[in-house]
């Protein structure tokens, strides 16, 4: 589950920085009809369901994407390989919801299967709907009265603002399609974040910046993610989607003992400078404070690449300028806030009162950060988006997240 929950928190670390390609062009996308029929048993998850997981074959797909206790050690006998939807419910903390197909299954197998079931804590209940026919599991009673409560209402997940919508936006999967409803992000456990980012940056960023989050596993390490605005301009990412990626130069300086890194190359700064402002517009934000200074200060640095970069115990920014420095030891920075200024909290430092040069990459941070990152050893294996065109990345060693020209991909180590 945390390794699921890893693209939302990382989406929040992009909030005032992701220059974001989402056209999409190049994305192999489910057929909607297709994935709609095939999981028609979603008309059983509630309308403010948090999640749905589309799951190909239910114990492969729960092996995959959740396992904590009770439904970590169950035994689906002849239902193992049904479709079948987990989704979740706020019971104090997120409570699982299993919706397994069974529409032609033997009425006595999927009695015994509940019954054994039964014997783990969760709560069996045969739920019947327009020819439709699921085995509902939830270890919680408010749950099942929930869930009992939305079939009443005659509404369902399908008639959530924007998840039809979402359907045709979903990647291609090998055998489990994710969705996330971003409105209910506050329901995602701080922990994930890994203490890079605040809950309370995270919850509001994340709600804001798409409508839905859908992720497709394509193989065992590999996940492809597309995130739906539905073209409204409120959401954070679809302003940015006219910017193009650029090249990922960060390895040539990337500290050995990198344990987190977000990485912004900037194909163009007055076209990614124009997106904010026009965003902010659109959502009446003003501009951060000393923003004045910091155009100034961007425009005589002409800024190729962004990073932020947690290394050891030290954290520093470093930015690849497009204009000519000579290279120096650190001294005063002039120019404090700047980058913050120009591109939000997911830059920002504690102190950032001294700067070095070093070839074409200035260095920001504390005096005792940009000394220790002169003279660290630089990183002999690289991240996989090293040197390729991205719109921007975040890095955690045995797993990255990165938007490669309109496909963005979560890997991670096996």
Not at 341 to 358: E, H, K, P, R, W
Request: charged share 20%; with cysteine; proline share 5%.
């Amino acid at each position: 589950m945390k390794r699921i929950f890893y693209i939302l928190a990382a989406a929040a670390l992009m909030a005032a920085a992701a220059s974001c390609s989402y056209e999409r062009k190049s994305f192999p996308m489910q057929n909607a009809e297709a994935l709609s029929t095939d999981f028609a048993i979603l008309a059983f998850v509630p309308q403010d369901a948090p999640a749905a997981f589309c799951l190909n074959a239910c114990a492969a797909g729960l092996e995959k994407v959740y396992r904590k206790d009770p439904v970590d050690s169950l035994e689906f006998g002849t239902l193992s390989g049904a479709k079948a939807v987990l989704s979740f419910f706020q019971d104090g903390k997120l409570v699982p919801c299993l919706y397994i197909d069974c529409a032609g299954v033997d009425a006595a197998a999927v009695e015994e299967v509940s019954a054994a079931l039964a014997d783990k804590g969760l709560k069996g209940k045969v739920l019947e709907k327009d020819g439709l026919k699921v085995l509902f599991l939830t270890p919680s009673d408010y749950a099942l009265a929930n869930q009992e409560y939305s079939m009443a209402s005659g509404k369902s997940i399908l008639n959530a603002a924007g998840f039809t919508d979402a359907l045709s936006h979903a990647p291609v999967a090998q055998g489990v399609t994710m969705f996330f409803n971003n409105k209910e992000s506050a329901k995602v456990p701080a922990k994930v974040t890994g203490g890079e980012v605040a809950r309370q940056k995270l919850s509001p960023f994340l709600s804001s910046a798409a409508a839905w989050t859908v992720i497709a596993d394509e193989d065992e390490k590999t996940y492809d993610i597309a995130p739906f605005t539905g073209g409204d301009a409120y959401y954070f990412l679809e302003v940015f989607s006219s910017v193009k990626p650029e090249a990922s130069l960060i390895g040539e300086v990337m500290p050995d003992l990198t344990s987190f890194m977000l990485d912004m190359p900037v194909s163009s700064w007055k076209q990614l400078r124009r997106n904010i402002e026009a965003w902010q517009k659109a959502r009446s934000k003003r501009p951060a404070a000393g923003a004045s200074d910091a155009i100034a200060w961007a425009k005589m640095v002409n800024p190729k690449e962004f990073a932020f970069l947690h290394f050891g115990r030290f954290k520093v920014v470093v930015v690849r300028a497009g204009a000519r420095f000579k290279e120096h030891e650190p001294a005063v920075n002039p120019y404090q806030g700047a980058v913050t200024a120009l591109l939000g909290n997911a830059f920002q430092l504690n102190d950032d009162s001294y700067f070095a040069v070093t070839e074409k990459w200035i260095v920001i941070g504390a005096e005792d950060a940009v000394k220790a990152f002169l003279v660290t050893n630089r990183k002999a294996d690289l991240p996989p988006f090293a040197g390729k065109s991205i719109n921007y990345a975040v890095y955690r060693p045995a797993r990255a997240l990165w938007d490669e020209g309109g496909l963005i991909r979560l890997q991670f180590e096996k």
